[in-house]
């Protein structure tokens, strides 16, 4: 079936360092790629997406990479903050399905 | 910030009992959806909603029933609640149409544990 992987499960940087989420999807018909961030208590949040007809996407601090070919998507923190600690959820999804296909998680600390 | 709301945030109930988990948005969405959340975060997907009357099961077996007589309300309901229900449950809308991407608005979560 479809499915997401998510790489890595943890992932501790200090203050200051860039982080990256490395992410991987089966079906290629997928063409909307979100991140979602979820801090502790609170639901899922949309952070930034990217759609298969884009390779690369920045919004200040954040940015996300998409390779079609090899079925792979990114996220890239620069400049962590301790605010930016929290689980980090990939997903590929359909346009104008239904599914949305939700990675394992990434949970990060950011270190001050 | 989205506009869904989960009620109750917290609730510690013993076995054996009903519950029902509420679930309401105020952006007409079509779409909804139940998740259940591990202690170690991954999101499973355990009910669904095309629209009013509209009710689907998703990925993970679930014990529990959801209804949708009107677009903005989404009630989960366990009729009969054991220790292995314990768990974080998350409701999420987002829009339907053929050229509308899914971003899913979640809401905050009910914990929920079952003594």
């Known amino acids: 079936g479809e499915n997401v992987e998510q790489h890595p499960s943890t992932l501790s940087v200090q203050e200051g360092d860039s982080a990256v989420i490395k992410c991987t999807y089966s079906?290629?018909?997928?063409?909307?790629f979100p991140w979602y961030k979820q801090e502790l208590g609170k639901g899922p949040q949309l952070i930034i997406d990217?759609?298969?007809?884009?390779g690369e996407k920045k919004d200040q601090r954040i940015a996300v990479t998409l390779n079609k070919t090899a079925k792979h998507f990114s996220l890239h923190i620069t400049e962590t903050q301790p605010e930016d600690s929290a689980v980090y959820f990939c997903?590929?999804?359909?346009?104008?399905?239904?599914?949305?296909?939700f990675g394992a998680g990434t949970r990060l600390f950011v270190k001050a | 910030e989205a506009d869904i709301y989960q009620t109750p945030r917290y609730l510690v109930i013993g076995t054996g009992k009903k519950i029902t988990l509420e679930c309401s948005q105020t952006?007409?969405?079509?779409?909804m959806y139940w998740y259940q959340q591990d202690p170690g975060m991954e999101l499973h997907l355990i009910h669904y909603?095309?629209?009013?009357?509209?009710?689907e099961k998703g990925d993970l077996s679930s014990e529990s029933t959801v209804s949708r007589i009107r677009t903005e309300h989404f009630p989960l309901t366990l009729e009969s609640a054991r220790p292995s229900h314990t768990s974080q449950y998350l409701c999420?809308?987002?829009?339907?149409?053929?050229?509308?991407?899914?971003?899913?608005?979640f809401g905050p979560g009910t914990r929920l544990t079952v003594l």
């Open positions: 952006m007409g969405h079509d779409k």
């Open positions: 990217i759609r298969s007809n884009v």
């Open positions: 999420a809308s987002s829009n339907q149409g053929g050229s509308s991407y899914n971003e899913q608005f």
């Open positions: 079906d290629s018909a997928s063409n909307y």
């Open positions: 909603s095309y629209g009013v009357n509209s009710t």
């Open positions: 997903a590929a999804s359909l346009t104008g399905g239904f599914k949305t296909i």
